[in-house]
């Protein structure tokens, strides 16, 4: 049960959590795998953001270039658009109230 409630958790909010990390500077898959993995809660694979990415770039969210490796094949970079832009803002105001309204029902309200 653990292991399933943290999944969903981590459904509901890993491409918010990409648009964020693409905020303020293009990146490539494997390196948005790494960044996430920095935070063990957000630990995910290329299998998951690899689509994720597809699915972000078909809503306008994210655009992409493709640029020279320094080793090996080029590579794709994801950027930020504008309505990446402010769908990250409006989540960002939808989350403090959703967590707030959480912490306050189960208790871990900060004081």
């Not at 390196?31 to 998951?48: I, K, R």
Request: hydrophobic share 40%.
């Amino acid at each position: 049960m653990e292991h399933g409630l943290a999944t969903a958790l981590r459904r509901g909010t890993l491409e918010f959590c990409v648009l964020a990390l693409l905020e303020n500077e293009p990146r490539y898959g494997v390196e948005l795998v790494t960044q996430l993995a920095a935070q063990t809660a957000l630990t995910t694979s290329e299998g998951t953001i690899y689509p994720l990415l597809s699915r972000l770039r078909r809503s306008g969210w994210v655009a992409t270039t493709w640029q020279e490796s320094p080793a090996g094949p080029p590579r794709r970079y994801y950027e930020l658009t504008g309505q990446g832009k402010e769908a990250l803002a409006h989540f960002r105001s939808e989350w403090v109230a959703f967590r707030t309204a959480v912490d306050r029902i189960v208790g871990t309200e900060h004081t």
